[in-house]
């Protein structure tokens, strides 16, 4: 079977190439996954350079990349009990090739009819769930949320409109075919248009009450103006950093607010789903699995076309994430 590996540590657009391996052989404690999607997403850029911490490093040669993925259960080892034809998603390895073999207790099942690139993306799904917890909004309060046309600050917002959340979408350009007040915005700042400061329209915006808090994927002087926009005990959680410029600080500008800021990994990025979670993580299937949450798109792609794939991934990352499907 086909599949996407890497030799050496580098750029995901010099070391990646398509080769045959094996189908995997599955341990006791492992299922075999026929996949049918598996999403490009930053963070398999990061493994693909050995940027991640351990023990989510490479091991070359030969290492199959992919992060994300979803796929038919085709038959588990002797320790498993998940039934053949289940539909799953997962965070785990070597998910850009046709079958893989993944321990069960790192799966996630799906409804049947659960669209294929929502399933295909469902970590940024669970991500964009947990930053909308972490900045701790409530009924009525206002949040940003920058890279707002990015797929899981799209997401945020969503969600946030489902929690009666006013959120303030800020963007480098709007984009024709996406108008974020449709999916949940209250309002949006086009920084290209901008005709003074972010602080001085988030105050505008809000009738001078101010953010309570935001989900950053940027960073840069964007952030340091919104931290300055947030009510006393404002919560700032950190996703991204897009922008290549630091943001600066005063000491002043956190104390005197009792402000938090926060980074944000990865619900499962070092530990498996807990049997705790089941509840939580149905209720976030069932309300990205309507018809209306919306899940943007860059396009879909098989295996072959794999230099096309990654390419529209860093070059456009707005547009949405770019899928890759698998012909069986």
Same mark, same amino acid.
């Given at each position: 079977?086909?599949?996407?590996?890497?030799?050496?540590?580098?750029?995901?657009?010099?070391?990646?190439?398509?080769?045959?391996?094996?189908?995997?052989?599955?341990?006791?404690?492992?299922?075999?996954? %026929?996949?049918?999607?598996?999403?490009?997403?930053?963070?398999?850029?990061?493994?693909?350079?050995?940027?991640?911490?351990?023990?989510?490093?490479?091991?070359?040669? %030969?290492?199959?990349?992919?992060?994300?993925?979803?796929?038919?259960?085709?038959?588990?080892?002797?320790?498993?009990?998940?039934?053949?034809?289940?539909?799953?998603?997962?965070?785990?390895?070597?998910?850009?090739?046709?079958?893989?073999?993944?321990?069960?207790?790192?799966?996630?099942?799906?409804?049947?009819?659960?669209?294929?690139?929502?399933?295909?993306?469902?970590?940024?799904?669970?991500?964009?769930?947990?930053?909308?917890?972490?900045?701790?909004?409530?009924?009525?309060?206002?949040?940003?949320?920058?890279?707002?046309?990015?797929?899981?600050?799209?997401?945020?917002?969503?969600?946030?409109?489902?929690?009666?959340?006013?959120?303030?979408?800020?963007?480098?350009?709007?984009? &024709?075919?996406?108008?974020?007040?449709?999916?949940?915005?209250?309002?949006?700042?086009?920084?290209?248009?901008?005709?003074?400061?972010?602080?001085?329209?988030?105050?505008?915006?809000?009738?001078?009450?101010?953010?309570?808090?935001?989900?950053?994927?940027? @960073?840069?002087?964007?952030?340091?103006?919104?931290?300055?926009?947030?009510?006393?005990?404002?919560?700032?959680?950190?996703?991204?950093?897009?922008?290549?410029?630091?943001?600066?600080?005063?000491?002043?500008?956190?104390?005197? &607010?009792?402000?938090?800021?926060?980074?944000?990994?990865?619900?499962?990025?070092?530990?498996?789903?807990?049997?705790?979670?089941?509840?939580?993580?149905?209720?976030?299937?069932?309300?990205?699995?309507?018809?209306?949450?919306?899940?943007?798109?860059?396009?879909?792609?098989?295996?072959?076309?794999?230099?096309?794939?990654?390419?529209?991934?860093?070059?456009?990352?707005?547009? @949405?994430?770019?899928?890759?499907?698998?012909?069986?």
């Amino acid at each position: 079977m086909k599949a996407i590996l890497f030799d050496e540590i580098g750029s995901p657009s010099e070391v990646l190439y398509l080769a045959d391996i094996e189908q995997p052989r599955i341990e006791e404690n492992e299922v075999l996954i %026929r996949m049918v999607g598996a999403s490009i997403n930053p963070g398999d850029f990061l493994f693909i350079q050995n940027l991640y911490p351990e023990p989510k490093r490479p091991e070359l040669p %030969r290492q199959v990349s992919g992060n994300h993925g979803a796929g038919i259960v085709i038959r588990g080892g002797k320790n498993t009990s998940i039934k053949p034809g289940a539909f799953v998603a997962f965070y785990y390895y070597n998910t850009w090739t046709g079958y893989v073999a993944v321990p069960e207790e790192w799966l996630i099942e799906l409804p049947a009819g659960y669209p294929v690139e929502k399933a295909s993306q469902l970590l940024n799904i669970i991500t964009a769930w947990d930053l909308l917890t972490a900045s701790n909004v409530k009924q009525g309060d206002w949040l940003a949320v920058t890279s707002g046309n990015s797929a899981v600050s799209i997401m945020v917002t969503q969600f946030a409109r489902k929690r009666s959340v006013q959120v303030i979408s800020i963007v480098r350009q709007l984009r &024709k075919e996406l108008d974020a007040t449709r999916i949940g915005a209250s309002a949006t700042i086009d920084l290209s248009e901008l005709k003074g400061t972010v602080k001085d329209k988030i105050k505008e915006i809000t009738g001078g009450k101010g953010i309570a808090g935001v989900v950053d994927n940027t @960073g840069g002087p964007v952030l340091t103006e919104l931290v300055r926009s947030t009510v006393f005990n404002g919560k700032i959680v950190i996703n991204g950093g897009m922008s290549p410029d630091n943001f600066e600080l005063h000491n002043f500008d956190i104390l005197l &607010k009792g402000l938090e800021i926060k980074s944000h990994v990865y619900r499962y990025f070092f530990t498996p789903p807990l049997p705790g979670d089941k509840n939580e993580l149905n209720k976030i299937i069932a309300l990205s699995g309507e018809t209306d949450f919306y899940v943007p798109i860059g396009g879909l792609y098989e295996l072959h076309r794999f230099e096309e794939a990654i390419r529209n991934s860093i070059d456009n990352p707005s547009q @949405g994430k770019n899928i890759f499907i698998f012909q069986h």
